[in-house]
């Protein structure tokens, strides 16, 4: 919100501290001042001329010679604008002058004639039409003649001010206005807040107001009304148009302005409507369904039943609080005006508001809250303001449609209860003091506090309110440091869970691979990048009802998608070798539409990119950290649709496939630009994540060595070395262990189609040392099932 | 016999000196010391001397098979170093050559930095609890103190799912979780997600992390609220780091505080990072409101807290001076800075 120091000086005297210090109190009040504005940004040594002669430029055609009195004296300036005429006022900027966009103007000679400064725009000056009319003409700036010659152009022009642009936090609904934020100045700084003028002059009217009445309090729990009449409508006076304009509104007219102008002023929206065009009546009501309304920014708005109308007998005349209507507004030969001032539910605005996508000054106000203090103080401004700029007279006629008015609320306290809150001790003339400096009322008696809340604070509703308002002024730099004295000791810690994920990372990391970050929210149009199944589980989606764009629009059912995005934004530049993961949640829904909170599952992605990676080496880094879960699992060939056919594995445990991992599919690469040589893995690990360490026993060490035994095999290309693994470790029984692969050779010693595999083993004996006999019984096990099973030919042993 | 025993040991020792290698060495030591070697030869000859001889004699062998043996024993020692060194030279690489090796990667810088929050939490009893990233109305703003009209539920852009599921703004809601799950005292901190309804630039994207705080015991005070948050600041900017209350609002908090850390890079004399204040902005924080603990079964005029809550991205851009979309690209470039 933007408070013009001008404005404020009306009610608070701060004309006498810099702008600088009076923001830092605000600040440590709470109020956050987001900017200090200066209208004259930029500007230096710009003053007032007046162009005294225009010559044609002997050497160039579009350039002509200008004679202008600055002042103090009369010089010579050289410009390619042709909107100008003698006798014109226009601002000069002179040698060595200063302009908004850093430019700095020197003296120089243009085409062999020297020019001593340099005409402006109201663009080069960095202003608009709100600050003065033609601002925005393209060519010079020309200025009223009643413009004096050689004052500075921001005395001229009103561009000396600074003005507060404050955040105000959202419980302070009665700090949106000047006034609101003089009343704290005034108790930050202890000085006295001016009351705003409220006199006015009552005549006797010959008409009566429309009938006004309220369907529904809850929704409009007031409603008042005054009648102006012999209005005229015109300009209204520079004091007030200067402060509309400081504070970001263009003047439009003295009835329009003086609404504006309190509630800007007062933070109490108003309505003024022409009572030529009210029909009868004026009911608060909620609208039909359907109802249309054109408001004021010409836009027909279509309404319905939720949303609060103020309406006559025949149609409504505004969206109550959020704008009005445009044929009820304010036109030139206007003359009688009813003026509302009212309250609506804050909740019943903010959703007509939301539900329209209209949103206005009026109803930003009464979306935090209007309070019911604020309808009488703003209405009474309005008039005050009719009766100072003589734009109307005020009838003797009101009206007023309204439930209980509240009375205020009393909170029963102690300094002992709001000091052991803060953990410092505030003595009761301190809280008491910076309460009534704030519009409290405060009784003291024994120890107990009772503090009368003021009706514009609506926020405050208990000790803890009060505490904050003491704090805020006693000071946080008072608030000591200490470390929980009273509280018990407690043992904290990560869940298994948590130190579960730790280790895993940790184990990633070790096999060179960065962990990534990628959105929750996706694209939908991945699943078919993906060519998933248009009927997959995992097109079971949740999505957003309002996503910022298609890019975030549903809740991710897998990350490959995202972290082939991720593997995009690398190989688009170039950095063509690299291994990535993602721990990180995929959201599982139970049943769609959304009734309950859906599952969401832990789930890792890899991704291996490069032609220095390959299957097995992803095959490894999935091995190992399966083991290091003690997840007893088995591999076979994938059919998912994004996964090569012959290159990639599922997972599956006794609880159920668990993931997969595996090459890309080519075409999936080509969806998603990316290499082909890329290599993917998911896991979802719900299932093994939340283990304890493994419960271990130690088993006593073999006294006896084992033997090595190789063996080679011939076979058919179709076999594969997991499915002869297996069987020699059946066969060998459970003697024979560390059964692995050390060689596969096809080429020219070996017939087309077949392929020797070389396998090596441990044969542990239990009890004594075993014979040659006895291990060569095991071995011949081994060999005939291998031969029978396979059709092997045994090529080594 | 004397002289013979000398010249013997002169030319022995002589032999020694030149011995080029232990083959050479060693031949010699037969040579001389073997069983058909000269010296022994010698010594096998003593019985032919006169009794009285023999003492003398004996002993002017020993001396010399001494003498010899140290020499020999002495030069196969300097053989042995001159072989091994000549060895090791032949084998000596260029170190400074860098074969294909193996990477070791690392966490993302958020991940680095909430490990590093988390633990000093943990250490100080704080358990880390998860809570869900979908959640309804209730947890995100009901149960805070946020009802459906309140106008703080302007200040975040919320992205929802259906009139009562939506995707939490605020990683408060793990406090409700938290404080329905266990009974004071408690003691918690909650890293996640949560989305809000912003484009991205440089300080804010629609999906970020936060670290919730949440304390709740009897006589709670806003001093141990600053107490800790001095303890985390000084642990984690620096030791000199000073923490500033701003008076704030946030429905769940009363009273609520914005709070500042003294600015690592300037120490307080006002520079680009903190934009000339000398003071950066980390988090939001307060006692937690009586309604909020209502909400939970917890009788506030029993129990007090406190609660805070900072958004890891920025923590991350003020230590690594970071921007948020290079956070969520991925770039390996970036993410390798990290290690």
């Known amino acids: ?797 | 016999m004397k002289q013979q025993i000398e010249k013997l040991t002169a030319s022995c020792l002589e032999q020694i000196k030149n011995a080029a290698n232990r083959k050479e060495l060693t031949d010699i030591k037969i040579g001389v010391l073997g069983k058909s070697g000269e010296l022994t030869a010698i010594l096998r000859n003593l019985k032919d001397l006169p009794a009285e001889q023999r003492p003398e004699a004996g002993k002017l062998v020993n001396e010399a098979r001494e003498r010899l043996e140290s020499a020999l024993s002495a030069k196969f020692e300097q053989l042995h170093d001159e072989e091994v060194a000549a060895k090791l030279a032949s084998e000596k690489i260029d170190i400074t050559i860098d074969k294909p090796h193996h990477d070791v990667g690392c966490l993302h810088p958020l991940n680095i930095v909430r490990n590093e929050i988390v633990d000093f939490f943990v250490t100080l009893g704080f358990i880390v609890t998860d809570s869900p990233e979908i959640e309804t109305d209730y947890y995100n703003f009901e149960a805070l103190n946020t009802p459906a009209d309140h106008p703080a539920r302007d200040v975040q852009d919320t992205f929802y799912i259906n009139d009562h599921i939506l995707l939490r703004s605020q990683t408060s809601t793990g406090q409700i979780r938290t404080m329905e799950k266990f009974k004071p005292p408690i003691k918690m901190i909650s890293p996640g997600r949560v989305y809000r309804a912003d484009d991205l630039d440089a300080t804010h994207s629609p999906m970020f992390h936060q670290i919730e705080g949440l304390v709740v015991d009897k006589h709670i005070t806003m001093c141990d609220l600053k107490g800790i948050l001095d303890m985390f600041a000084q642990h984690f900017f620096d030791e000199k780091c000073k923490t500033r209350f701003r008076p704030s609002y946030f429905p769940f908090t009363e009273p609520s505080v914005e709070v500042d850390v003294s600015c690592n890079h300037c120490h307080g004399s006002g520079c680009r990072v903190c934009k000339g204040t000398g003071w950066i902005e980390i988090l939001g924080a307060g006692m937690v409101n009586r309604n909020v603990l209502t909400n939970c079964n917890i009788d506030p005029d029993e129990y007090t807290g406190f609660a805070f809550g900072m958004g890891l991205e920025r923590i991350t851009n003020i230590i690594y001076n970071t921007d948020m979309r290079a956070i969520y690209e991925n770039d390996i470039r970036f993410l390798k800075q990290f290690k």
């Open chain 1, 1 to 797: 919100m933007k408070v013009p120091i001008l404005w404020l000086n009306d009610y608070v005297q701060v004309d006498d501290i810099s702008v600088e210090e009076l923001s830092d109190k605000l600040v440590g009040v709470g109020f956050e001042v987001e900017e200090i504005i200066y209208t004259g940004e930029g500007i230096e040594n710009v003053v007032v001329g007046k162009i005294l002669d225009i010559k044609k430029h002997p050497d160039a055609n579009k350039l002509q010679i200008c004679m202008v009195d600055v002042g103090k004296e009369i010089t010579t300036i050289v410009t390619g604008a042709d909107n100008i005429s003698v006798g014109n006022l226009v601002p000069v900027a002179l040698d060595g002058a200063k302009l908004p966009d850093g430019k700095e103007i020197h003296s120089a000679p243009l085409r062999g004639v020297m020019s001593y400064g340099m005409m402006c725009s109201g663009s080069e000056l960095n202003i608009d039409d709100t600050i003065i009319e033609g601002a925005e003409v393209h060519g010079i700036l020309i200025l009223p003649n009643t413009f004096e010659i050689g004052v500075d152009i921001k005395d001229a022009l009103g561009l000396n001010q600074y003005i507060l642009d404050i955040a105000v936090t959202a419980n302070r609904a009665d700090c949106q206005s000047v006034y609101g934020i003089a009343r704290e100045v005034g108790a930050v700084l202890g000085r006295k807040v001016k009351s705003p003028n409220f006199k006015y002059k009552i005549e006797p009217a010959a008409m009566t107001l429309p009938n006004v009445s309220v369907e529904n309090f809850d929704l409009c729990p007031r409603y008042t009304a005054r009648l102006i009449t012999d209005v005229t409508i015109e300009q209204s006076p520079k004091w007030m148009c200067d402060r509309l304009k400081l504070a970001g509104l263009h003047p439009i007219n003295n009835v329009v302005d003086i609404t504006n102008f309190v509630l800007l002023e007062m933070g109490q929206p108003l309505h003024a409507f022409d009572l030529r065009q009210i029909d009868s009546e004026i009911r608060v009501r909620t609208a039909f369904e359907n109802e249309k309304i054109v408001a004021l920014d010409e836009k027909e708005y279509n309404l319905n039943t939720s949303m609060l109308v103020i309406a006559d007998k025949s149609k409504p005349l505004a969206i109550a609080g959020v704008m009005g209507g445009q044929y009820s507004g304010i036109a030139s030969d206007t003359t009688t005006v009813l003026l509302e001032s009212a309250k609506f539910a804050r909740g019943s605005v903010r959703a007509t508001s939301r539900a329209l996508g209209l949103r206005s000054d009026s109803s930003a106000r009464y979306e935090r809250g209007v309070d019911w203090s604020s309808i009488d103080a703003g209405r009474e401004r309005a008039l005050a303001l009719f009766y100072q700029l003589k734009a109307g007279k005020i009838a003797d006629v009101a009206a007023q449609c309204e439930t209980k008015a509240p009375t205020p609320k009393t909170i029963v306290t102690s300094a002992k209860q709001i000091s052991d809150l803060l953990g410092i001790e505030v003595k009761a003339p301190a809280i008491t003091k910076i309460l009534k400096s704030l519009g409290f009322t405060v009784t003291q008696s024994d120890k107990k506090l009772s503090v009368e809340v003021p009706l514009f604070r609506e926020d405050v509703e208990n000790y803890t309110d009060l505490t904050e308002e003491v704090i805020r002024y006693y000071g946080y730099d008072n608030i000591r440091s200490t470390f929980l004295e009273n509280a018990k000791p407690t043992v904290g810690g990560l869940s298994q869970r948590q130190k579960n994920i730790n280790t895993l990372k940790t184990l990633l990391c070790s096999y060179g691979l960065y962990e990534a970050a990628t959105y929750s929210f996706i694209n939908e149009k991945q699943y078919n990048q993906l060519k998933i199944e248009k009927d997959s589980a995992l097109r079971q989606t949740i999505k957003i009802r309002n996503p910022l764009s298609v890019e975030y629009a549903v809740m991710r059912t897998q990350l490959v998608g995202s972290m082939l995005k991720a593997v995009y934004n690398n190989t688009s530049r170039k950095n063509n070798d690299f291994k990535l993961f993602e721990i990180s949640k995929t959201f599982i829904p139970n049943e769609l539409p959304l009734e309950n909170l859906p599952r969401e599952n832990e789930t890792l992605c890899i991704c291996l990119v490069g032609d220095n990676h390959n299957f097995y080496e992803l095959k490894e880094i999935v091995s190992q950290l399966l083991a290091m879960f003690d997840v007893k699992y088995k591999i076979q060939y994938s059919a998912r649709p994004y996964v090569h056919p012959g290159i990639s594995a599922e997972i599956l445990t006794d609880g159920g496939n668990i993931g997969y991992f595996g090459k890309l599919h080519p075409e999936v690469a080509e969806n998603f630009s990316v290499p082909e040589n890329t290599f993917v893995c998911e896991i979802t690990l719900e299932s093994f994540i939340d283990i304890k360490g493994r419960e271990k026993h130690y088993t006593p060490l073999p006294k006896f060595p084992a033997v090595n035994r190789d063996l080679a095999f011939v076979v058919e290309d179709k076999y594969l070395v997991g499915d002869i693994i297996d069987e020699i470790k059946n066969a060998g029984g459970n003697r024979c262990s560390d059964i692995s692969l050390f060689d596969i050779y096809k080429g020219s010693q070996i017939e087309d189609g077949f392929k020797s595999v070389a396998f090596s083993f441990k044969i542990q004996p239990e009890n004594k040392t075993l014979t040659d006999e006895e291990i060569q019984e095991v071995v011949n096990r081994i060999i005939d099932a291998v031969q029978e099973k396979f059709n092997a030919k045994l090529r080594l042993q």
